[in-house]
């Protein structure tokens, strides 16, 4: 199938967790031209890793997509977000402790708020616990250190990405077949 790339580009912006998770899911999506690990959602500019680690800057580890609407609708991209992290956890994503592995959805206009919480309530049924997923206006977003992008192309076979990263990829083509990429 041809991508349709003559329309203009939206931005969203997601926290489900490790953003190596859902960097790596987000660019096997069609329609998605980009994926960045990032952080987003605190109070000083330009944070480091070990800044953000701290929880003391109020920052999440994000990603920041760039998509094609017509491609991928925000919709779609919210029914991915839900299904490939668990958004009934508060400050935790399995392993991974701390504020800055919430959920969040950081929407960047009035319609990306409203389908967010519409997708939210809708997901709520596929859930025994209560979603916990934040949903605020957009604020910051600053790219992670070079060694946070691309980190599952780049390390395949380390452990982390072989036992938790792996798994999310193998469900988004379970799930979300059709709407991937072809590798």
Not at 11 to 29: H, M
Not at 54 to 61: C, I, L, M, R, V
Not at 102 to 116: G, L, M, V
Request: net charge positive; with cysteine.
């Amino acid at each position: 199938m041809k991508q349709d790339k003559s329309h203009k580009l939206e931005v969203a912006t997601f926290v489900g967790g490790c953003f190596w998770c859902t960097e790596a899911i987000f660019k096997r999506i069609k329609g998605v031209e980009s994926a960045i690990s990032g952080y987003s959602g605190g109070k000083i500019e330009n944070p480091t890793y070990e800044q953000v680690c701290s929880g003391s800057t109020g920052h999440a580890e994000a990603i920041q997509i760039e998509f094609y609407p017509k491609i991928i609708s925000f919709e779609e991209s919210l029914e991915v977000f839900f299904k490939l992290h668990d958004p009934t956890t508060l400050n935790r994503q399995g392993n991974d402790v701390g504020t800055q592995y919430r959920s969040a959805i950081f929407y960047h206009d009035e319609k990306q708020k409203t389908q967010a919480e519409k997708a939210k309530l809708k997901m709520q049924k596929d859930y025994k616990g209560k979603i916990v997923t934040e949903i605020v206006p957009f604020s910051n977003f600053y790219k992670a250190e070079n060694y946070h992008q691309n980190y599952f192309e780049n390390n395949k076979n380390t452990p982390y990405c072989q036992v938790v990263i792996d798994p999310k990829i193998q469900k988004l083509y379970k799930d979300f077949g059709k709407i991937t990429k072809d590798d």
